[in-house]
């Protein structure tokens, strides 16, 4: 059973930085078996995809974070990391950690908030 979960959330100010950090559990990253992606959620706003590291290794971000957050892996952690940088009140949203396996089954962590304030 994989599990995922979020910590690392907070309130920061604007130009600050946060690291999020997602430790699964049920698999190994080393195995290469799950892309992880970090999505997040705003008040009244669907959900949108931040970044993802991929299998091989490859990583995307969404354009309203590109060039200020990096997604990275601790294999010996089991762990996928979120730093962000340049945090604008917009980065305001509930961030999830999720894992896209290659069984075709999904999996989503709990959530974690994070509030950037003028």
């Known amino acids: 059973q994989v599990q995922l979960v979020e910590s690392g959330g907070g309130s920061v100010q604007a130009g600050g930085s946060l690291k999020l950090s997602c430790a699964a559990s049920?698999?190994?990253?080393?195995?290469?078996?799950?892309?992880m992606m970090w999505y997040r959620q705003a008040p009244e706003k669907e959900r949108e995809f931040i970044s993802s590291l991929n299998t091989d290794d490859t990583t995307f971000y969404g354009d309203s974070v590109k060039g200020r957050f990096t997604i990275s892996s601790d294999n010996a952690k089991n762990t996928v990391y979120l730093q962000m940088g340049s945090l604008e009140i917009e980065d305001t949203a509930v961030y999830y950690c999720?894992?896209?396996?290659?069984?075709?089954?999904?999996?989503w962590g709990q959530g974690t908030q994070v509030t950037v304030s003028s």
């Open positions: 999720a894992a896209f396996c290659l069984d075709d089954k999904n999996y």
């Open positions: 049920g698999f190994s990253f080393a195995s290469k078996f799950c892309a």
